[in-house]
């Protein structure tokens, strides 16, 4: 199985970006499909990004699409979602998970990170 850690949340103006990144450790990430996915209060968890296991491509959820980007480094066990032009709507804790195929829905996610917040505040 693997562990991963996210890092990098914070608070940040409207307009602001964001980098979060996920280690990942035990099982190397490149084995797995990376998902970015967000909670806010009251609300489901929704999908972000994923990145499959090749990391050449990048699919987002239309409501980032242009604004956030995935990317792994598998040499380093790592994935990130760069967050760019930060809306008030993107208030959440985002989560990174790995499963074997890319999708839309968390079921389909084996493993999971505990969080991080990120506050988009003026």
């Known amino acids: 199985q693997v562990q991963l850690r996210e890092s990098g949340g914070g608070l940040v103006q409207p307009g602001g970006s964001l980098r979060l990144s996920c280690a990942a450790s035990g099982r190397a990430s490149s084995m797995y499909t990376m998902g970015w996915f967000r909670q806010a209060p009251g609300k489901e968890r929704e999908f972000v990004a994923a990145i499959p296991k090749g990391g050449t491509s990048t699919y987002t959820a239309d409501s980032v699409k242009g604004r956030f980007t995935g990317s792994r480094d598998n040499a380093k066990n790592t994935v990130y979602l760069q967050m760019n032009s930060l809306k008030l709507e993107d208030t959440a804790v985002y989560y990174c998970?790995?499963?074997?195929?890319?999708?839309?829905?968390?079921?389909?996610?084996?493993?999971w990170g505990q969080g991080t917040k990120v506050t988009v505040s003026s």
């Open positions: 998970a790995a499963g074997q195929l890319v999708h839309e829905t968390p079921r389909s996610y084996d493993y």
